[in-house]
């Protein structure tokens, strides 16, 4: 089968029938916590570089139900997948019985705290399975995720558990902190948007600049916004949103199309190296 076959029918079975896609798993996490994560291997049953996974501030489903993989979550992961790689997904709020963090507030989930070690805790087990290449696992990340993967590739991390970290529109500050100290333990890529209202662009360039340690990348795509790899639907405002920069609780989230396709080729090219390290500091900005 081609790796576009490949892609196809991995996507349909996520979309039509998630339970054979994809398996739910549950390992140990912080504080005693049974982390439950949505598990999607890649067909064939050789061995590739994990990637850990982590979802939205809209969570996987919340409690309750088995968690479920969105939109952009399942097409990501039948890419991932087609390409080698196995994808797990930790499950941060429905594992400790919340729905989501978008409007609520992050009631102590935070990309620095928890969530970062739920991130290297799925690491960590997803590197010791019989379906993960020796040499640590990938974390990539969405918005509140992305965050979590820039906190959890942040020294100081044991050596060899974290291969890179993908960013997807992360939000780079936080209302009332002083900007962090980033010294991330393998190479990053940032993928911002020019247009993001919720998570602006200009806070995760100035993290870059300052960044000591690996190699941070950083692409900009000037007319996109929040959410632009969704593989539908046109911008649209949300509205009661806990936390945004200019504090009114509205950001625009949704598909840019040119933005959405060069993510989609520039994740892979950038795994594919496999943690190798990058030349050079911050990448030119398109």
């Known amino acids: ?34 982390l439950r994560a949505v598990l999607v291997l890649p067909p064939g049953g050789r061995p590739g570089a994990p990637v850990v996974a982590l979802h939205g501030c809209g969570g996987l489903g919340g409690p309750g139900a088995d968690p479920r993989l969105p939109a952009r979550e399942a097409d990501w992961a039948a890419r991932l997948a087609a390409l080698g790689h196995p994808v797990l997904f930790p499950d941060s709020f429905g594992s400790r019985g919340l729905a989501e963090v978008c409007h609520g507030g992050e009631r102590g989930i935070t990309p620095e705290t928890l969530r970062r070690e739920d991130a290297l805790a799925a690491a960590r087990w997803a590197s010791a399975q019989p379906w993960a290449a020796p040499g640590g696992a990938f974390l990539l990340g969405w918005s509140h995720g992305a965050s979590t993967a820039l906190t959890a590739a942040n020294a100081p991390v044991e050596p060899g558990l974290i291969r890179g970290a993908v960013a997807l529109y992360p939000g780079c500050v936080r209302p009332g902190r002083a900007a962090p100290a980033f010294a991330p333990v393998a190479p990053v890529l940032m993928l911002l948007g020019e247009a993001d209202d919720w998570t602006p662009a200009a806070p995760c360039r100035r993290l870059a600049a300052r960044a000591t340690g690996a190699p941070v990348e950083v692409v900009a795509y000037p007319d996109a916004g929040h959410g632009f790899d969704q593989p539908r639907g046109m911008p649209r405002t949300l509205a009661g949103l806990a936390i945004t920069p200019d504090g009114s609780g509205r950001a625009t989230v949704g598909q840019d199309p040119a933005a959405r396709a060069d993510a989609l080729q520039r994740v892979p090219a950038f795994l594919s190296r496999s943690g190798s390290p990058l030349h050079g500091g911050v990448a030119p900005q398109n």
């Open 1 to 34: 089968m081609s790796r576009t076959a490949a892609l196809l029918a991995l996507l349909a079975l996520l979309v039509s029938d998630p339970a054979r896609a994809a398996e739910v798993v549950r390992f140990p996490g912080p504080g005693g916590v049974a």
